[in-house]
């Protein structure tokens, strides 16, 4: 079945970085657009960045310039590298597939947050000012 497996949150100063990690297994990687997700304490769930299988990128206008998504396909590994982090980034960040292949029309370009069916169990990122 389908796993996605985060890693790499934890707490830093205003300022720092980290690097998020997501590993998937139980599906062809290459074939389905892929997501980070936050999601704040009394807020809903929010796309931060996502990729199509050939790499291209897109962001929230919240983290442009910030944070940079990448995959990895040999190696099933999703990445979210997040500079410059501000307090209004801490959340609940999180790993999503979405639901549709590529070759059903399932790529990244103008999807939701409810076109993604699949997700990890989170990671929690902590910015402190």
């Known amino acids: 079945q389908v796993q996605l497996v985060e890693s790499g949150g934890g707490s830093v100063q205003a300022g720092g970085s980290l690097r998020l990690s997501c590993v998937a297994s139980?599906?062809?990687?290459?074939?389905?657009?892929m997501g980070w997700f936050r999601q704040a304490p009394g807020k809903e769930r929010e796309g931060v960045a996502t990729?199509?299988?050939?790499?291209?990128?897109n962001y929230a206008d919240s983290v442009k310039g910030r944070f940079t998504i990448s995959r990895d396909n040999a190696n099933n590994t999703l990445y979210l590298q997040m500079n410059s982090l501000k307090p209004e980034d801490a959340a609940m960040y999180y790993c999503?597939?979405?639901?549709?292949?590529?070759?059903?029309?399932?790529?990244?370009?103008?999807?939701?947050?409810?076109?993604?069916?699949?997700w990890g169990q989170g990671t929690q990122v902590t910015v402190s000012s």
């Open positions: 139980g599906y062809t990687y290459s074939n389905y657009c």
């Open positions: 999503g597939r979405r639901q549709l292949t590529i070759w059903y029309g399932g790529t990244c370009l103008s999807s939701q947050v409810g076109d993604f069916g699949y």
């Open positions: 990729i199509d299988f050939d790499g291209s990128p």
